[in-house]
């Protein structure tokens, strides 16, 4: 009986060693699992994370339809219709100087009145001489038809006459530079010379502008020749006034073609007497064609390859090198005639570091399916 008592109690012990036994192999188990799951987790973040971070960050843009306009830019300087630096055609003292700069004037308006007195003096002259003989002349007429004097003397009274009337009206033409007039109507754009001041024959003193109508001429190139002509509406902005523009029209066109340069001059007109002012700096487009309804794409998606235009489209989660044939360019835009569709989306930034196939990330949206995924997992971490 002792000896079965003692089997028992064996057996028990037996089986309450094997129990801690697999409860103990559990809980190093249950730890061994707790540390493999954080880290499996971990690493599955960091395999989505660094996927997410090749792809390519981009902006885009949709291929949409607008109105287009087919035009010609160019830049050049606004100058006067007409202007003229007012001479002095004889000398003298300036005894009045009647404008001011800045001051309108009509043509033949006298601007500047020159001391005429040796003037004067001379024309009297000239025309006491030429009373003289013009009275010796009705005389020696009438002996002459009473042939009390022959052909020949009478002749030479009539031809003495002639040159003693030029020599009148040469005196009286010199009188009347001593009042300088205004060549054109305009405005006084500068004044040389002031009351008192001695004006030497020919020198300029004064100019003037006519602002009413202004001139920019465009050097064009040849391949325009047959698009631009005279009555296309032109708009124009100038830098002294930014986000101001300014309408116009083709005035007209020179078709001959300057052999050294290649190019043609177009000169368009603008209305005057405003704003605008000779020696503006203009930046002028001319429109000679439209489109209504235009499929375009904003021009910084153009890819800068010559003679090959094509663009980046995002198709699922990489993009694509699609060549495209343009149409018209307009500003910003860039009608594309054949290659994509509309609603498209093109990459507008980001393009230099895209291949054929290249993953890009979208800025401004939702981020990859599988990025999304998997930041949960690295938050519980």
Request: aromatic share 4%; charged share 25%; hydrophobic share 45%.
């Amino acid at each position: 009986m002792r000896h079965l008592t003692h089997n028992r109690r064996g057996g028990a012990s037996a089986r309450s060693t094997l129990a801690v036994a697999a409860l103990a192999l559990a809980c190093t188990l249950g730890l061994a699992a707790c540390k493999g799951g954080p880290g499996a987790a971990e690493a599955q973040g960091k395999e989505a994370k660094d996927k997410a971070s090749e792809a390519v960050p981009v902006e885009v843009a949709q291929a949409t339809r607008r109105a287009i306009a087919a035009s010609y830019t160019g830049t050049a300087p606004l100058e006067a219709r007409a202007e003229s630096q007012v001479v002095a055609k004889t000398s003298g003292v300036a005894l009045a100087v009647m404008v001011e700069e800045g001051q309108h004037v009509q043509a033949g308006q006298v601007l500047v009145r020159l001391d005429s007195a040796r003037a004067e003096l001379q024309a009297a002259q000239t025309n006491a001489t030429m009373r003289k003989l013009e009275a010796n002349y009705a005389r020696s007429k009438q002996l002459a038809e009473q042939r009390l004097l022959s052909a020949n003397d009478n002749d030479q009274l009539r031809y003495d006459l002639e040159n003693a009337r030029a020599a009148n009206r040469m005196a009286n033409l010199e009188l009347s530079y001593a009042n300088v007039q205004a060549p054109i109507s305009g405005i006084v754009a500068s004044r040389s010379i002031k009351t008192g001041n001695f004006v030497q024959i020919n020198s300029p003193i004064i100019r003037i502008v006519d602002t009413s109508r202004l001139e920019a001429t465009l050097n064009v190139p040849e391949r325009e020749l047959a698009t631009l002509k005279a009555g296309l509406p032109v708009q124009m902005a100038v830098d002294a006034m930014p986000g101001k523009t300014f309408a116009g029209k083709v005035d007209r066109v020179a078709p001959v073609v300057d052999s050294g340069s290649g190019t043609f001059r177009v000169i368009c007109s603008f209305e005057g007497g405003g704003a605008l002012q000779p020696g503006m700096f203009g930046r002028l487009r001319i429109d000679y064609d439209n489109r209504a309804d235009a499929l375009v794409v904003p021009r910084a998606a153009l890819l800068d390859d010559e003679g090959d235009p094509a663009v980046f489209v995002v198709r699922g989660k990489k993009v694509a090198r699609v060549p495209v044939k343009l149409g018209y360019l307009d500003g910003a835009w860039a009608e594309v005639r054949d290659g994509i569709k509309l609603g498209d989306q093109v990459v507008v930034a980001g393009k230099t570091a895209l291949r054929e196939g290249t993953e890009v990330q979208l800025i401004g949206q939702n981020p990859p399916r599988e990025v999304a995924a998997a930041k949960p997992a690295t938050q519980k971490q």
